[in-house]
């Protein structure tokens, strides 16, 4: 079957930089992404990864490893306002997004 | 400015009373796509459009159809929902090919069902 794994929910303190991890099984592979989802809000596109290596945006980075079916969201100098579910989604060999539960981080002062 | 619309954002029904949900899109995407979101969970996908090709999850119950009358506008219908019925509706709308095809989401409608 297919499957996405990452954390539940994970905590860190303002101004410090964090790493959410996702590892992937899936039938065929197209593309990584990362959304992130505030409380009762749709969910919004932060990065997509199909290449092995570091995509960097800002203070929001993602990284792909094909061979190990993993990849990380590293978000640096945190600000409240990134509390949020972090999905990550993989597009599989029919273009459909399979979808991880998204990991909840919770940052605190 | 190009974006994909929900309406309503909150919906409130009664068991078993139908309901209708509307998604449309500015971005003239081929793809329509509508999920069911529970809390803490991950998106299910219900159903999905290319263009007026219309695909059926193998999981999602008869309780739920879907209508796309034109390349703007797709419809969820609930026909008897149940208590376990309630939850975030997501519709989303991406350009169908090979490659990069990120999904564009609309802000969701919240159904709450007495």
């Known amino acids: 079957g297919q499957n996405i794994d990452q954390p539940t929910e994970m905590t860190a303190t303002e101004g410090a930089i964090v790493q959410i991890n996702c590892t992937y099984q899936?039938?065929?592979?197209?593309?990584l992404f990362w959304y992130q989802q505030h409380a009762g809000e749709a969910p919004t596109f932060l990065s997509y990864?199909?290449l092995d290596g570091l995509e960097e945006k800002g203070r929001f980075s993602s990284f792909l490893s094909r061979s190990k079916g993993y990849s990380y969201l590293l978000l640096k100098e945190l600000q409240m306002k990134d509390s949020a579910s972090y999905l990550c989604a993989v597009m599989d060999s029919n273009y459909q997004l399979i979808w991880g539960a998204g990991t909840k981080l919770i940052i605190k002062p | 400015d190009a974006m994909v619309i929900q309406n309503p954002r909150y919906q409130v029904t009664q068991f078993g009373k139908p309901v209708t949900l509307s998604c449309s899109q500015t971005l003239n995407h081929n793809v329509m796509y509508w999920y069911q979101q529970k809390s803490s969970q991950a998106p299910k996908l219900l159903f999905h459009y290319y263009d007026k090709d219309f695909n059926n999850e193998a999981d999602t119950p008869d309780n739920f159809q879907s209508r796309r009358p034109n390349t703007s506008f797709c419809f969820l219908d609930i026909r008897s929902p149940g208590l376990g019925d309630a939850a975030m509706y997501l519709c989303a709308t991406s350009s169908y090919g090979e490659g990069y095809n990120e999904q564009f989401f609309g802000p969701g409608t919240r159904l709450t069902v007495l």
């Open positions: 990864n199909v």
């Open positions: 899936t039938s065929g592979f197209n593309g």
